[in-house]
């Protein structure tokens, strides 16, 4: 019988995703840090998760020059995984709209806005000029129109690309006769942008492009309690310094495969407590402690698929815990309740 190996040495482990790099390789991971409520949680034993239960998530990644292995880590807590459930599910329908839109640019033959069925759409690139080389299979409208809806500088690129093709094809019009079609479905296009006819889709208004990135997860920086490290600073005062982390998720709409990024940073920080909540003092570039902080980044792009995973994994991990561990916690809430109504029941017959 075969072994294992990476259910013994990645016991918590619950996800990963893993990928090649210029230098090296990455990796994402995802670890299940949940523990049930004990006495030693601020809880009722209903509430069946520790408040100190964490999804710890990890980015490696490995130089094959250097031989160097990094690892930046953060913890996304329970309570906030909903909010992360919300706003992916908002950023997969926009996704899913934007690339319906492009794929669907117009109305049926018949219908009003019939430039659709015209030349400038139906006429398109069968070899993509150099410097476009994503042109292929694309009609002059149809490029024109996403440029309208991605707004002024694509619109100005996009209509030089296709006045420089223009006269490159009527440079070789005495040579091959096939291209004055793409040269007339060229001045078609220009034509309806300058007469406002791209200006709308289906009666709708244009829409502006998306932001680069749009935030999903952005929660404060928070610290490792438990890691910390001694130093001493330029007065020869020895101070404690604890690791940090700084999580972000965030939508990537524009890009073609991968649309969210995860990005992690770890530094070792100052704290100070401040009516009665922890204050982080981070350390600067000029301060002589700068060396001590120790800080790293590193980012992993998902695929929209691979996001998904990232966020369901999570979920039904959640789910399946509670429901391993209700039984015994409802047999012991069962019992502290019981046991409080006979002490009270005792307390009234003395």
Do not use: C
């Not at 049926?108 to 150099?130: L, M, N």
């Not at 709708?204 to 404060?220: L, M």
Request: hydrophobic share 35%.
């Amino acid at each position: 019988m075969g072994s294992n190996e990476k259910a013994r040495s990645y016991p918590k482990q619950i996800f990963d995703a893993k990928k090649s790099t210029k230098t090296g390789s990455q990796a994402i991971v995802i670890e299940d840090r949940l523990s049930r409520v004990d006495d030693s949680a601020n809880a009722t034993y209903l509430e069946l998760v520790h408040p100190a239960s964490v999804y710890r998530v990890s980015i490696l990644t490995i130089n094959d020059e250097t031989k160097k292995k990094e690892v930046v880590k953060a913890n996304i807590r329970l309570d906030e995984l909903a909010l992360i459930g919300i706003r992916l599910k908002r950023a997969e329908e926009k996704l899913f709209d934007m690339r319906f839109d492009l794929a669907t640019p117009g109305p049926s033959v018949g219908e009003s806005g019939g430039i659709f069925q015209t030349a400038a759409f139906t006429e398109r690139f069968k070899i993509a000029p150099p410097s476009f080389p994503d042109w292929k299979n694309k009609a002059p409208g149809e490029l024109l129109l996403q440029a309208v809806r991605e707004g002024a500088e694509s619109i100005k690129r996009t209509m030089d690309g296709l006045q420089n093709q223009k006269n490159f094809l009527v440079s070789k019009l005495a040579q091959y006769r096939a291209n004055q079609s793409m040269i007339d479905a060229i001045d078609m296009a220009f034509r309806f942008y300058q007469e406002g006819e791209l200006n709308q889709t289906e009666g709708a208004p244009v829409q502006q492009a998306a932001p680069a990135e749009i935030p999903i997860y952005e929660p404060n920086e928070k610290t490792f309690r438990s890691e910390t490290k001694e130093v001493t600073d330029a007065t020869g005062k020895k101070k404690e310094l604890v690791n940090s982390y700084l999580l972000r998720i965030t939508f990537l709409p524009q890009n073609k495969k991968t649309n969210y990024k995860v990005y992690i940073q770890n530094q070792y920080v100052d704290t100070l407590k401040k009516d009665g909540l922890e204050q982080i003092i981070h350390i600067g570039s000029n301060d002589p402690l700068a060396a001590k902080a120790d800080r790293k980044e590193a980012a992993y792009y998902l695929t929209s698929n691979e996001m998904v995973e990232f966020y369901e994994t999570m979920k039904n991990n959640l789910e399946y815990y509670k429901m391993a561990i209700y039984k015994q916690q409802r047999a012991e809430d069962e019992r502290i309740f019981y046991d409080n109504r006979r002490r009270a029941q005792e307390k009234q017959k003395g």
